[in-house]
């Protein structure tokens, strides 16, 4: 602004009043701000303010079938993000493919819907719905959000079974919802802060997840190409269609075609392919990392099925559900360690408001069971807050850390944690580097300066040594299993005056102590 002021007095003549208008309507508009303001500060330069709502469940009224087409002919088929002509392809292409299935007698499960296997047929249920979630978004209460959805399921329950008692249609929305936590006569501490949660005795004798989370999760990846189903004639139309009206060239027509039929046959899988308890759900894709600053829309999605009832839990929550809310919180967070499991092996990731509609509990509920679910088995659930670092979830340093002195390696520890070895290299590389200036005595701010990270990080780096390196010997122990040679301070002071002698002659591949 400074460069426009001196620009501003320096053409200040009558040759220049049209453009020096343009630059003082621009001028009147810019906020200034402070460097040590936020950097993007909300409302940001006119964008209105966003309420929580917005910012939680706005994300995933993006996360559609429809934007996953319309993202892979922008990738493939030199078509914008934001054409109009796409939108409109995909449009008219899936109402042709949702009549020609329709008088076939094709039924498809939409991103969403629950599938239940019933003595009677299938049964499935709108568990999420665009609807709902602008609802939410809009600012209207979740609870009664859900009672909307309990109720929908509850008639699609009584069209199959219109003789059904009271007690069976609560049993079946146990299945759905299980209700508010059992408090009983005396409050769970695990209620609280998170930081004030007793955890009781470690699991850590055992595997973090089943294995047959990845291998029910591994069908799907390893399903082959999808069943189209579709006839000659439906294709001849769409084609007529693309190069009639769309003015696509004939020689991309089919394949054009085949790649939307093969994306809608991912999200969408037939009835007939998925097992009582399963849910579509078009889920972020794990290469999104690069793309989080972009609009949900342009991000790549990844097609998923996850298993919301499986090893018996429907008999289990109809008949004999949890009475205290410990039980509660530990069936809950098993069945979200599945999902989250699956939708991982399947290239996607599950959000914890993602988690919320799948569930249909409150976000609170989720934090609490994920949470006890990682601290009780020493695992880190993969989820976009630790693949992609969104948000502070549960910190790695500590599993990753403890995982190391136990004596695992780092492809062990990566498999562990669900993160890349690099990752696991670069905590265990800023934990040394902390350690070796602790052992030297630096203030918290002063090691902050020289390593360049922030004191809040420091201080959990030096709580982790508090944790597991009680004496200034175990250190020393640890960093010559690092490879870090410890040298006596008579030892250290020599090498430092032959450093003084020779500047020039120090390579950087001898070995220089740091103690």
Known sequence: MKAYLELYRRYDQPDYQFRLAQLRNAFDREETTTKKGP????PYRGHQAVRWQEEAFGPLLERTMENAQVYHLAQYYDLSRDSRLA???????NTILDQSEQRLQIR???PGELLLRTRRGPLVLPIRTQ???RRVVAGERWDRVRKDILDRCEARYRELFPEAPEA???RFRRCIWAGYGPRGTKSSPRWGPRGQRPWGRCCGDREPLAELDIQRARQWVDRGPPRLGHLQGTVRKLAHYLGAQAGIPAAIQEALILDLMSIRARFCPRITTLASGQMPVAAMHV????TLWQPTRYQPLAPVVVSVLADGEGHLLRYDPPTSYDGFLELYGRRMARVLTEAYTQDGL????ELQWIFLVSLGTVSRAVDNYQRQHHVILPCPGTILDMGRMLTHKDLVVRLHLEGLSVLEIARKTYHHPRSIDAYLKAFDSVLILHLYGLPLSLMASVLGYGQSLVREYLELIRNYLKDRETMRNYLRKRGVKILLPCQLAIADQKAVDMPDTHSRNDDYPFL
Request: charged share 35%.
């Open 87 to 93: 939108r409109a392809i995909v449009r008219h292409v």
């Open 39 to 42: 950097r993007f500060p909300l």
């Open 131 to 133: 609807d709902d979630i």
């Open 350 to 353: 599950l959000s914890h408001a």
């Open 287 to 290: 290469k999104a990392g690069r």
């Open 108 to 110: 498809r499960v939409r």
């Open 168 to 170: 069976a249609l609560e």
